[in-house]
């Protein structure tokens, strides 16, 4: 396989040993039903929880059955009607105090995330920033909902319109962000006033347990609830439950479909975030160090174990040598290692040795295909599930690697001729998570936006994200929005009373 990594960009700098030690920081390793974690069972079949950047076992957790979800769902169901009760000031005022208390706890929280998930601790810590941000957001949305105004608008007939909690919302969250996307979907569902059941990944459930173990006094028992376990056994009882109302995952476009299907037969609501593979159409007017910065970043953030990373460049053919260029340059200085190693460590190991192996087996794939990589290509030396930060050139159009997620450090770079050509093959994928286009047109960035099938397209920027406007996407990549006020909608129903004083 081609191969231009320079030797000191494939060093993977190690962390000195015990410099991420969380044992004193572990959360009970049991399920959190009804306020209190499970008393322990080693009679029960449990998980290893792996750090990838050394294989090292941290703790094991039990694989939940359909049982441990029975449970869990009837404590939901008898929590309900007090949570939905309380008025939006004394939700909020829950919310808040969640987030303080994560906001106290955070250095713990960056510390046992990067030691399940081998984040660095700069994604790390956003991550938690972004968790505490999250519950705040959605503690004052909840006091500022709006509705249609009520008034006759029949003769004689007084119509308002309620906003109600739906009641128990199972959540299945992914291994990349296992704090975050959990804040995603916890914050609207309590703020809406449901209670819930939450299985995180079986690879990463380390930091959801500890959110559970830092709120326990803070939520009345049975609003929310923990099961660890896989998704065939835990997160299919979940979409099946007849008492769980809405079904709401992050997740492989495999995980969003199974949960579908399970939620069929009761009808019940069902929220999907799935893949993505995001397009940066970068045009021949377009700066193109700033394209290639924001790439560096957005493309390898998180090891590019990101749903919306700048994935898939498509550049025009009178720019692409030069925007390669500038990209390598870029990329050979991104630092490799384990967290533990330093602050200045900014690419990880990608979660598990299967998930390691899938990303090198596409990299072998394009390889094979004749495609080139311009750095990286490879993997790096072990212990731990290291990639190399890479980049593919000479991609042609429709090669696997274009069209599937390959969830790694992996960016390709393929050319168009013109524009109609770079939205023909911008939206000539399964998914329509994210985009971004690079231009110094106005009229151009406004009118590639619109014909771009994504749910979120950036303008001369890519991966920006705020809590008060909305995520998610189109076709493969699901349906339902997070963040903002219209997670809010998402997690809760309207009801139309009508009054006649005729």
């Not at 008393?39 to 076992?57: F, N, W």
Request: hydrophobic share 45%.
């Amino acid at each position: 396989m081609p191969n231009t990594t320079l030797a000191e960009h494939a060093t993977v700098h190690r962390a000195p040993a015990g410099a991420l030690n969380v044992r004193e920081d572990l959360p009970p390793t049991r399920h959190f039903i009804a306020g209190a974690f499970d008393t322990p069972d080693r009679s029960r079949l449990h998980a290893d929880i792996v750090d990838p950047g050394t294989e090292q076992i941290i703790a094991a957790v039990p694989e939940g059955t359909a049982g441990d979800v029975d449970r869990a769902v009837a404590a939901a169901v008898a929590a309900k009607r007090d949570w939905a009760k309380l008025v939006p000031k004394e939700r909020a005022t829950v919310l808040h105090r969640i987030a303080d208390r994560i906001e106290q706890n955070a250095e713990i929280l960056a510390r046992l995330e990067s030691a399940n998930t081998g984040k660095p601790f700069d994604v790390s810590h956003d991550d938690v920033a972004g968790t505490v941000d999250t519950f705040r957001f959605m503690a004052g949305a909840l006091r500022a909902t709006t509705s249609m105004g009520a008034g006759d608008y029949a003769q004689n007939h007084l119509s308002v319109i309620l906003r109600e909690p739906l009641g128990v919302v199972g959540v299945v969250t992914p291994w990349n962000y296992p704090l975050l996307m959990a804040a995603w979907k916890i914050a609207p569902i309590l703020a809406a006033g449901n209670t819930l059941v939450i299985k995180p990944s079986e690879q990463t459930p380390l930091t959801t347990l500890k959110f559970a173990e830092l709120i326990a006094d803070l939520v009345p028992a049975g609003v929310v609830n923990v099961v660890t376990g896989r998704g065939s056994i835990v997160g299919a009882r979940l979409s099946e439950h007849p008492d769980v109302d809405m079904i709401a995952l992050t997740g492989s476009v495999g995980s969003g479909q199974a949960v579908a299907r399970g939620a069929a037969e009761t009808l019940k609501r069902v929220h999907l975030e799935l893949g993505g593979k995001a397009p940066v159409v970068i045009f021949d007017d377009a700066d193109l160090d700033d394209a290639a910065a924001s790439v560096r970043t957005a493309g390898y953030w998180n090891s590019g174990q990101e749903c919306g990373a700048a994935c898939r460049v498509l550049v025009h053919e009178s720019v692409a040598d030069a925007f390669t260029r500038k990209l390598v340059d870029q990329v050979s200085t991104l630092v490799v290692g384990e967290p533990g190693a330093g602050e200045h460590i900014e690419i990880g190991p990608v979660v598990s040795k299967a998930h390691f192996e899938r990303v090198v087996a596409h990299l072998e794939t394009a390889a094979q295909q004749g495609i080139t990589a311009a750095i990286g290509g490879a993997a790096l030396d072990g212990p731990g599930y290291f990639v190399a930060p890479t980049v593919l050139v000479g991609v042609p159009e429709g090669a696997e690697c274009t069209r599937e997620e390959i969830f790694g450090p992996v960016v390709t770079v393929e050319t168009f001729a013109d524009e109609d050509e770079a939205i023909r093959r911008a939206n000539d994928v399964p998914f329509g998570l994210s985009a971004s286009i690079w231009t110094e047109n106005a009229r151009r960035s406004h009118d590639v936006a619109a014909r771009i099938d994504a749910g979120t397209v950036w303008v001369n920027s890519h991966l920006v994200l705020a809590t008060e406007v909305p995520w998610g996407g189109f076709k493969g990549s699901g349906y339902g929005r997070d963040l903002s006020i219209y997670a809010l909608d998402d997690y809760s129903r309207t009801k139309h009373v009508m009054h006649n004083h005729g």
